[in-house]
């Protein structure tokens, strides 16, 4: 049997593992994932890897009573015994208060996020995508080093109330790190995609080398207020920790940047400025994602923050129904919308100002502010009279992403971009911030 099943045969199965359960109600997650990579440094490919996992999850529960048991041996012994081990754990288990029980059918948006192309990769088109990229480097006595990866997989529920969802997947990331010989300049390059027929390693790895041959010579500015230019790849690891906090649980318990004294909330306050929109929707072309949550709840596009305004917040179905409103499931990918500005023409309008390609080793300092702190990396420009004039040293940074958003001169056109915190995928416009907090030197490239 292939890891990587059709619709028809991820049901068959599902529905032949539910035929073993005993408990009041059962909830089966099965999926299956192929991936290749290579991983590269000093212009050589150093590992060519490639993993095969599928997984069974079942869920039992009597009442409120719940276990959860996990196989990757798919025999019918193991099928059986899998479900009475979670069938075990759960009468072990004390009563769960917030057990809600299982949803019954839903209806979901088509989303297609699988492509044949990426299905397809052979260890022979990768090695030919990354040489190409490779020879770039190798031409200009530089060195390369960075990670490909494709993966093509699938992912299916059935609960003992008939649910069932299925969701067929393929991505790929390419991430390229260039260093000069004497490791004094430095340029960084990521991108993914679902098709790969998108991905242009030969485009991207002629950024990473301008980037590392500029970055040579850095002088030190003062640490400071500045504006800022952050580019997809940096704005992506300050937003996506607005992201990850958008859960009304925590603002509604005062542990969150959404939260204010006496128990409210910030929904429906303005928080940024009103040219900021974050939504989701796994429809969306460029960025799709599974139509349904981990629970079958289905995924719809939700407006997160509209024209500045928190909208909605992530209801589990617990909370909602402790809070009386519709539960509102945490999304499967995120987008900020921008403007028409290309870089290039952000960089241009810019009197004074700091070009940042990355930003790395985000911490939190703050959870009710969301302050952050880390450092700029792989290309740090001074901007003057709307031209790069030189490189930067690194600086450390202390600044809130809800903060920065309300200091927005300019948003450009967004790309899809990966973090390099999270390897999350996002839709990020590069940005234009006044008043950036850089608070000390980083001697690091």
Avoid at 205 to 213: L, M, N
Avoid at 304 to 310: A, R, T, Y
Wanted: a neutral charge; glycine letters at 6%.
């Amino acid at each position: 049997m292939s890891v990587i099943l059709t619709e028809a045969e991820a049901k068959a199965l599902l529905q032949k593992v539910l035929k073993y359960s005993k408990a009041d109600e059962c909830e089966i997650n099965i999926s299956g994932e192929k991936r290749g990579n290579l991983r590269y440094a000093r212009n050589e490919v150093s590992t060519s890897g490639a993993q095969i996992t599928q997984n069974l999850i079942v869920q039992s529960s009597f009442g409120k009573k719940v276990g959860v048991a996990t196989t990757n041996e798919f025999s019918d012994e193991a099928f059986e015994k899998v479900v009475r081990q979670s069938e075990e754990l759960a009468k072990l288990a004390p009563e769960n208060p917030e057990y809600v029980g299982v949803l019954t059918p839903q209806q979901y948006k088509k989303s297609s996020g699988f492509f044949d192309s990426t299905a397809n990769i052979t260890p022979d088109f990768r090695a030919d995508a990354v040489a190409k990229s490779l020879e770039l480097s190798r031409a200009q006595n530089l060195a390369a080093a960075g990670f490909w990866e494709d993966t093509h997989g699938y992912s299916a529920m059935l609960n003992s109330k008939q649910l069932f969802a299925y969701y067929p997947s393929t991505d790929v990331n390419f991430s390229l790190t260039v260093r000069t010989p004497d490791g004094t300049g430095s340029g960084y390059v990521a991108r993914g995609y679902s098709d790969v027929s998108k991905l242009d390693t030969v485009a991207a790895t002629r950024i990473a080398i301008q980037k590392s041959t500029g970055s040579v010579g850095a002088k030190a500015l003062e640490p400071g207020k500045y504006t800022v230019i952050l580019e997809p790849t940096a704005a992506a690891v300050l937003l996506e920790n607005i992201f990850f906090n958008m859960d009304a649980r925590s603002a509604d318990e005062g542990r969150s940047f959404l939260s204010k004294q006496g128990g409210k909330t910030k929904l429906g306050e303005k928080i940024v400025d009103e040219r900021i929109n974050i939504y989701s929707d796994p429809a969306n072309p460029e960025l799709p994602s599974a139509p349904w949550a981990g629970d079958g709840q289905p995924m719809e596009k939700v407006n997160w923050i509209e024209k500045g305004v928190v909208k909605n917040m992530a209801y589990s179905r617990y909370w909602a129904q402790k809070k009386g409103v519709k539960s509102v499931p945490f999304p499967n990918n995120m987008i900020v919308s921008g403007g028409t500005a290309t870089l290039e023409e952000m960089i241009a309008s810019t009197k004074q100002g700091i070009l940042v390609t990355k930003l790395w080793y985000i911490r939190e300092v703050d959870p009710q502010t969301l302050l952050l702190t880390g450092l700029t990396r792989d290309g740090t420009f001074y901007i003057e009279n709307g031209k790069i004039k030189h490189p930067v040293k690194n600086f450390r940074f202390n600044e809130s992403p809800v903060i920065m958003l309300n200091n927005l001169e300019t948003l450009g056109k967004p790309e899809r971009v990966v973090s390099t915190e999270s390897n999350q995928n996002y839709l990020m416009p590069p940005m234009k911030i006044r008043e950036f907090t850089f608070s000390s030197l980083s001697d690091a490239v």
